[in-house]
């Protein structure tokens, strides 16, 4: 952005986290309440946003404008094919995943709920659900703008088996 967005976004930006860290410290039904609202908002902005995308056709010469408008397109992910975006979040889960001889797959998106299906080691695998709630969710829900949940598409009907484990060397003595 340019200096003179940042001065003048650059104050409310500063408030608005001022008062997210407020909002932290209220007790935990006024908190899901205050959540709430804020998701109700950033989803009709996120709606709305979409609909002027499609009305207008192309973008980038809005995003080549004006740096607020570069920033309010970018944050709402207008012009995004949002299961490219959501393949690339996933990159950073899948070196693990891969470790274990597993993968996820984007299968599609649709209003921000993300299909995916495990493959490999990670199909029937019994720590799965705990695999999708602690990387995969999370992943998505720090690089996909407007991310809201998974849907997991059945596994390929593979035996539920537990995780795999590194194999253990037998030592035995050293040869004379």
């Not at 952005?1 to 932290?24: F, Q, Y």
């Not at 995308?53 to 094919?81: F, S, T």
């Not at 975006?85 to 649709?110: C, F, I």
Request: glycine letters at 10%; proline letters at 7%.
């Amino acid at each position: 952005m340019s200096a003179a967005t940042l001065a003048e976004l650059g104050p409310l930006l500063d408030r608005l986290e001022e008062l997210l860290g407020e909002v932290d410290g209220l007790d935990d039904a006024v908190r899901a309440t205050v959540f709430e609202l804020l998701d109700g908002i950033d989803a009709l902005h996120r709606l709305a946003m979409s609909r002027l995308a499609d009305v207008v056709g192309d973008v980038e010469p809005m995003r080549q404008a004006d740096p607020a408008i570069a920033w309010l397109l970018e944050a709402y992910g207008v012009g995004v094919n949002d299961s490219d975006a959501a393949s690339a979040a996933l990159d950073t889960v899948r070196p693990y995943l891969h470790e274990h001889g597993g993968d996820v797959q984007v299968l599609g998106v649709k209003d921000g709920v993300v299909r995916v299906q495990l493959t490999g080691a990670c199909s029937g695998c019994t720590s799965a659900a705990v695999t999708l709630r602690n990387a995969v969710e999370e992943a998505l829900r720090d690089g996909l703008p407007g991310f809201l949940a998974i849907d997991v598409a059945p596994d390929s009907g593979a035996p539920a088996h537990p995780p795999p484990t590194q194999a253990l060397l037998q030592i035995t003595p050293r040869p004379v």
